[in-house]
């Protein structure tokens, strides 16, 4: 074994070994256990997020395939159709070219040509994690089999009438010119303007004041609304009004959804240009005017004087026009909530538009039936809320995009724009009995990448054919996925599932919270404090990090911002730490539901834990020999075998719970503290007795450890097993540890914790009062049972030279002792006498200055705690941890203060 522990050195090459030799593929003979990646774009890049929801995948597979679990971690990427569109649309534009230069069939094409080239990054990074995905069953979301479940669903649900072109209200993005899905819309708070606006009355009686942030609007107003219990206007509902600036006239109408506090209490309903107005306009009937082109230009429905002009000019000549017209009441500073696309950065525009829709309502039913009936559970259970909340208020879902890059939809028309929806023009004629000379031609749009990605579970098993994937791996087992696409991605699936195959997609969704900061805010590279993950496994310098930071940031004093808090945060860059010490960080940071804080001393303590392991092996390794003396049955033998099965029954009840959180605790506490700290220990005492258990409990812990740091289990693995006459070519397949392998001795357990009591009392005395460790010391024993004399006889030797003790004293309980240090174990006081030990003058300063120290944060933790609002409101965590830090104050306190009293008595 080499002398270091180097993660770069034996990840890459395990992975090339456990790709190469197919160690992924679903062999097992076991129970089939199926997980779905969420298929990430194939332009992105793994982020933070997909890193930790990626690592709790994997940790569940490998637990399951050495379980014998036939498991399959299905893999695959979306086409994800603005996205990619973007990317490829800007590297045309590079060229000095565009896609309409082009043509449609040469840009897909080029968009093809841009996949294969540069559409791996995020796949090649999902290796460098340590995904044990079958590559070789890798899907696209344009593959020619998942294409034709598409097509196949898309005509089955038009043809039972459940798909259906019509005009509705969609986010339309006025650069790319085509409408999106409300997760490809980010709202941006904006210090904006409130005009108020006089609406006057046809009758000439009077006007209302409306108050608008979009004036530009008012040309497509249909109506102004109040709210029917507002006296200040019940007078006014069914009178009409002279639209300012136009010919128009509108009805006053009386809505519920009207906030008599918002403005003046009036609103304009706009009913093509706003989402609210939309349904106002529904429910009473109102007509729809669209004002707009599809880049956001006024159009030749609105007087001349605007026409053709952009929204934000048509805005200042109708302000001009409405001031001129003495109808402009006042203008108000306002925070406004401003929608924009996340692929150009384009205001959204509510925008009236012909579009293809799935009707969902007979869809969503069974879907909702199928959660209340149990047949899927969220985990967390309150998510089955939000769940719910969705699926009881759900819209039709806009299916169609105008774009190149997609899922072509399969309709067609003929010149009197009549519909025929098939698999090809071919099929088409065929079925309806066209003559070939008949025009048609097929529609334009693509559809949205979400219609895909519902058929996920099932497509990429081989539906609509059904194959042995179908059969064996369907009804997939766990979705593990974010929060944000409970209803754009896991309801749609479960509702595409139960309606193509009758049967649930997956019996579990597994809800994960947001990696946030150190400090709790979100990542964000407007705020330079995103985090790479490859950054982590590999490092990365200071300067590297800066430049990649600011790479995207437009303005230099923006720029400047953000290296110079790089440069503050991270002077030395980032140490290489390696993907398993990455892995156990988001395993130990994943608290069910909650969002995770990423500290990097985390990882440094994990990278610091792999080391600890590598060396704990290599002084195993290095210490064997040929005896065959080990006495198997030595309490120190039976402990430690005894805590291996209380720490896999830990483990194991864990990944039931998936608190994967609780068992990378447990797997800490046992390999850091017991096998390492303890167990090597008590075999120094006895090295004849413990080597066979040394190095099988060594074994079993890799084992029991690989799903979470898969990497350097390997490769130790690999050194071990062959020294207790284990022959296998890789860790993967072995079994996963079994409580009944390791039996619990209570006897043992108690026998050894008593030990370990007494010695880590007598170290924390020293450390108290500030004895050097190496240093011997008298200690006397006063009080204790009958139990603590017996433990006594048979471990004194132990305790002596573990915890360095010059000699032992059991003194009468009534029997005057010198000043001492002292702490008391259950009836047994364990007392370090002073003199000669410390320096008197010295050590009472210390302690006083300590002991001021710790009552200023009992004081402060105090007063938290005492605050109703911060137990009300704070995580139940951070509760838990201001409680804990309150009462190790406290008793650090009182141990102080029996030291300082027994030194003021030297």
Same mark, same amino acid.
């Given at each position: 074994?080499?002398?270091?522990?180097?993660?770069?050195?034996?990840?890459?090459?395990?992975?090339?070994?456990?790709?190469?030799?197919?160690?992924?593929?679903?062999?097992?003979?076991?129970?089939?256990?199926?997980?779905?990646?969420?298929?990430?774009?194939?332009?992105?890049?793994?982020?933070?997020?997909?890193?930790?929801?990626?690592?709790?995948?994997?940790?569940?597979?490998?637990?399951?395939?050495?379980?014998?679990?036939?498991?399959?971690?299905?893999?695959?990427?979306?086409?994800?159709?603005?996205?990619?569109?973007?990317?490829?649309?800007?590297?045309?534009?590079?060229?000095?070219?565009?896609?309409?230069?082009?043509?449609?069939?040469?840009?897909?094409?080029?968009?093809?040509?841009?996949?294969? +080239?540069?559409?791996?990054?995020?796949?090649?990074?999902?290796?460098?994690?340590?995904?044990?995905?079958?590559?070789?069953?890798?899907?696209?979301?344009?593959?020619?089999?998942?294409?034709?479940?598409?097509?196949?669903?898309?005509?089955?649900?038009?043809?039972?009438?459940?798909?259906?072109?019509?005009?509705?209200?969609?986010?339309?993005?006025?650069?790319?010119?085509?409408?999106?899905?409300?997760?490809?819309?980010?709202?941006?708070?904006?210090?904006?303007?409130?005009?108020?606006?006089?609406?006057?009355?046809?009758?000439?009686?009077?006007?209302?004041?409306? +108050?608008?942030?979009?004036?530009?609007?008012?040309?497509?107003?249909?109506?102004?609304?109040?709210?029917?219990?507002?006296?200040?206007?019940?007078?006014?509902?069914?009178?009409?009004?002279?639209?300012?600036?136009?010919?128009?006239?509108?009805?006053?109408?009386?809505?519920?959804?009207?906030?008599?506090?918002?403005?003046?209490?009036?609103?304009?309903?706009?009913?093509?240009?706003?989402?609210?107005?939309?349904?106002?306009?529904?429910?009473?009937?109102?007509?729809?005017?669209?004002?707009?082109?599809?880049?956001?230009?006024?159009?030749?429905?609105?007087?001349?004087?605007?026409?053709?002009?952009?929204?934000?000019?048509?805005?200042?000549?109708?302000?001009?026009?409405?001031?001129?017209?003495?109808?402009?009441?006042?203008?108000?500073?306002?925070?406004?909530?401003?929608?924009?696309?996340?692929?150009?950065?384009?205001?959204?525009?509510?925008?009236?538009?012909?579009?293809?829709?799935?009707?969902?309502?007979?869809?969503?039913?069974?879907?909702?039936?199928?959660?209340?009936?149990?047949?899927?559970?969220?985990?967390?259970?309150?998510?089955?809320?939000?769940?719910?909340?969705?699926?009881?208020?759900?819209?039709?879902?806009?299916?169609?995009?105008?774009?190149?890059?997609?899922?072509?939809?399969?309709?067609?028309?003929?010149?009197?724009?009549?519909?025929?929806?098939?698999?090809?023009?071919?099929?088409?004629?065929?079925?309806?009995?066209?003559?070939?000379?008949?025009?048609?031609?097929?529609?334009?749009?693509?559809?949205?990448?979400?219609?895909?990605?519902?058929?996920?579970?099932?497509?990429?098993?081989?539906?609509?054919?059904?194959?042995?994937?179908?059969?064996?791996?369907?009804?997939?087992?766990?979705?593990?996925?974010?929060?944000?696409?409970?209803?754009?991605?896991?309801?749609?699936?479960?509702?595409?599932?139960?309606?193509?195959?009758?049967?649930?997609?997956?019996?579990?969704?597994?809800?994960?919270?947001?990696?946030?900061?150190?400090?709790?805010?979100?990542?964000?590279?407007?705020?330079?404090?995103?985090?790479?993950?490859?950054?982590?496994?590999?490092?990365?310098?200071?300067?590297?990090?800066?430049?990649?930071?600011?790479?995207?940031?437009?303005?230099?004093?923006?720029?400047?911002?953000?290296?110079?808090?790089?440069?503050?945060?991270?002077?030395?860059?980032?140490?290489?730490?390696?993907?398993?010490?990455?892995?156990?960080?988001?395993?130990?940071?994943?608290?069910?539901?909650?969002?995770?804080?990423?500290?990097?001393?985390?990882?440094?303590?994990?990278?610091?834990?792999?080391?600890?392991?590598?060396?704990?092996?290599?002084?195993?390794?290095?210490?064997?020999?040929?005896?065959?003396?080990?006495?198997?049955?030595?309490?120190?033998?039976?402990?430690?075998?005894?805590?291996?099965?209380?720490?896999?029954?830990?483990?194991?009840?864990?990944?039931?719970?998936?608190?994967?959180?609780?068992?990378?605790?447990?797997?800490?506490?046992?390999?850091?503290?017991?096998?390492?700290?303890?167990?090597?220990?008590?075999?120094?005492?006895?090295?004849?007795?413990?080597?066979?258990?040394?190095?099988?409990?060594?074994?079993?812990?890799?084992?029991?450890?690989?799903?979470?740091?898969?990497?350097?289990?390997?490769?130790?693995?690999?050194?071990?097993?062959?020294?207790?006459?284990?022959?296998?070519?890789?860790?993967?397949?072995?079994?996963?540890?079994?409580?009944?392998?390791?039996?619990?001795?209570?006897?043992?357990?108690?026998?050894?914790?008593?030990?370990?009591?007494?010695?880590?009392?007598?170290?924390?005395?020293?450390?108290?009062?500030?004895?050097?460790?190496?240093?011997?010391?008298?200690?006397?024993?006063?009080?204790?049972?009958?139990?603590?004399?017996?433990?006594?006889?048979?471990?004194?030797?132990?305790?002596?030279?573990? +915890?360095?003790?010059?000699?032992?004293?059991?003194?009468?309980?009534? +029997?005057?002792?010198?000043?001492?240090?002292?702490?008391?174990?259950?009836?047994?006081?364990?007392?370090?006498?002073?003199?000669?030990?410390?320096?008197?003058?010295?050590?009472?300063?210390?302690?006083?200055?300590?002991?001021?120290?710790?009552?200023?944060?009992?004081?402060?933790?105090?007063?938290?705690?005492?605050?109703?609002?911060?137990?009300?409101?704070?995580?139940?965590?951070?509760?838990?941890?201001?409680?804990?830090?309150?009462?190790?104050?406290?008793?650090?306190?009182?141990?102080?203060?029996?030291?300082?009293?027994?030194?003021?008595?030297?």
């Amino acid at each position: 074994m080499d002398k270091t522990y180097d993660p770069k050195s034996i990840e890459q090459h395990w992975y090339s070994i456990w790709e190469r030799m197919n160690f992924f593929a679903p062999t097992g003979k076991g129970t089939p256990y199926c997980i779905m990646i969420p298929p990430p774009n194939v332009t992105g890049s793994l982020h933070m997020g997909h890193a930790f929801q990626n690592t709790l995948m994997d940790l569940l597979i490998r637990y399951h395939r050495m379980q014998g679990d036939k498991a399959l971690w299905q893999v695959g990427t979306d086409h994800a159709g603005i996205a990619t569109q973007v990317v490829v649309e800007r590297l045309l534009e590079q060229e000095g070219t565009s896609r309409k230069v082009l043509g449609r069939e040469a840009f897909v094409n080029r968009v093809w040509e841009w996949k294969e +080239a540069s559409g791996h990054r995020i796949t090649e990074q999902l290796r460098r994690l340590g995904a044990s995905v079958d590559w070789s069953r890798e899907r696209f979301t344009m593959d020619e089999t998942l294409s034709e479940a598409v097509q196949t669903v898309f005509i089955q649900l038009y043809e039972e009438g459940l798909i259906y072109r019509g005009q509705r209200l969609v986010n339309w993005d006025p650069i790319l010119q085509s409408a999106l899905s409300d997760l490809e819309v980010v709202t941006e708070e904006t210090k904006g303007t409130l005009w108020h606006i006089r609406y006057p009355l046809t009758d000439n009686s009077s006007s209302l004041t409306v +108050a608008t942030t979009r004036p530009e609007t008012l040309l497509g107003d249909a109506a102004v609304a109040v709210h029917p219990e507002d006296p200040r206007y019940q007078r006014f509902i069914g009178k009409t009004i002279a639209l300012p600036l136009t010919s128009r006239i509108i009805p006053v109408i009386a809505d519920e959804s009207v906030e008599r506090t918002f403005g003046s209490g009036c609103v304009k309903i706009t009913p093509a240009h706003d989402f609210h107005d939309y349904e106002v306009a529904e429910r009473h009937e109102l007509p729809f005017f669209n004002i707009f082109t599809n880049d956001a230009k006024l159009n030749s429905t609105v007087p001349l004087r605007y026409q053709n002009l952009d929204r934000y000019v048509a805005r200042k000549h109708i302000l001009q026009d409405l001031a001129a017209a003495q109808l402009l009441e006042k203008t108000v500073e306002y925070i406004t909530q401003i929608p924009k696309s996340v692929r150009t950065n384009a205001v959204i525009e509510p925008y009236l538009t012909e579009q293809w829709f799935v009707r969902v309502q007979g869809l969503a039913e069974p879907a909702i039936a199928a959660v209340e009936k149990g047949l899927i559970r969220f985990v967390p259970e309150h998510w089955t809320k939000t769940y719910f909340d969705w699926m009881h208020n759900i819209k039709d879902w806009c299916i169609s995009r105008q774009l190149w890059w997609g899922h072509r939809i399969p309709a067609w028309y003929d010149s009197e724009n009549k519909i025929y929806v098939g698999k090809s023009e071919e099929e088409i004629r065929q079925k309806y009995q066209l003559p070939t000379t008949a025009p048609l031609k097929q529609d334009e749009d693509v559809l949205d990448t979400w219609f895909s990605s519902a058929l996920w579970p099932f497509s990429t098993l081989g539906w609509p054919k059904a194959t042995e994937d179908m059969k064996t791996f369907y009804p997939t087992h766990v979705l593990v996925t974010g929060f944000d696409i409970i209803f754009f991605w896991v309801a749609r699936m479960i509702m595409m599932g139960l309606k193509f195959t009758g049967q649930v997609p997956f019996k579990e969704v597994y809800i994960h919270g947001l990696v946030r900061d150190h400090e709790g805010h979100k990542m964000s590279k407007s705020k330079g404090n995103v985090l790479d993950p490859i950054d982590l496994i590999d490092g990365i310098d200071c300067e590297a990090l800066v430049i990649k930071n600011t790479a995207h940031l437009m303005r230099p004093q923006d720029a400047e911002k953000i290296a110079s808090r790089t440069r503050q945060q991270f002077p030395n860059g980032l140490p290489a730490f390696g993907a398993d010490a990455l892995r156990f960080a988001f395993c130990a940071l994943a608290a069910t539901g909650r969002d995770i804080r990423f500290d990097l001393s985390r990882i440094e303590g994990y990278r610091n834990f792999c080391n600890k392991l590598w060396n704990a092996t290599r002084y195993v390794l290095m210490h064997q020999s040929d005896s065959q003396e080990e006495n198997p049955s030595h309490v120190v033998n039976r402990w430690i075998q005894s805590r291996l099965g209380e720490t896999i029954h830990q483990i194991r009840s864990a990944f039931e719970t998936y608190r994967f959180d609780w068992a990378a605790d447990a797997l800490y506490h046992f390999i850091w503290h017991e096998y390492c700290d303890w167990y090597i220990e008590f075999a120094k005492q006895l090295p004849n007795e413990t080597q066979k258990t040394l190095l099988e409990t060594l074994e079993a812990l890799l084992r029991l450890a690989h799903p979470f740091i898969p990497f350097v289990t390997e490769a130790l693995w690999q050194q071990v097993a062959p020294k207790i006459g284990k022959k296998g070519a890789t860790i993967l397949f072995e079994p996963y540890p079994e409580i009944q392998d390791f039996p619990v001795d209570k006897k043992a357990l108690s026998e050894i914790a008593w030990l370990q009591s007494v010695i880590t009392t007598v170290r924390t005395l020293r450390s108290e009062m500030n004895v050097s460790p190496a240093r011997t010391v008298p200690i006397l024993f006063r009080f204790g049972t009958v139990s603590d004399k017996e433990q006594f006889k048979i471990f004194s030797a132990w305790i002596q030279t573990m +915890a360095k003790i010059e000699n032992i004293s059991w003194v009468e309980a009534n +029997a005057e002792v010198p000043p001492a240090a002292s702490h008391l174990l259950g009836e047994l006081e364990v007392l370090m006498p002073l003199a000669g030990l410390v320096d008197k003058t010295k050590e009472i300063a210390r302690l006083e200055k300590n002991m001021v120290k710790h009552q200023k944060t009992v004081e402060a933790a105090q007063k938290k705690l005492s605050d109703s609002h911060f137990r009300a409101h704070a995580p139940p965590d951070i509760v838990r941890q201001e409680e804990e830090k309150l009462s190790s104050a406290q008793s650090t306190l009182a141990s102080y203060r029996q030291h300082l009293a027994a030194l003021k008595k030297l």
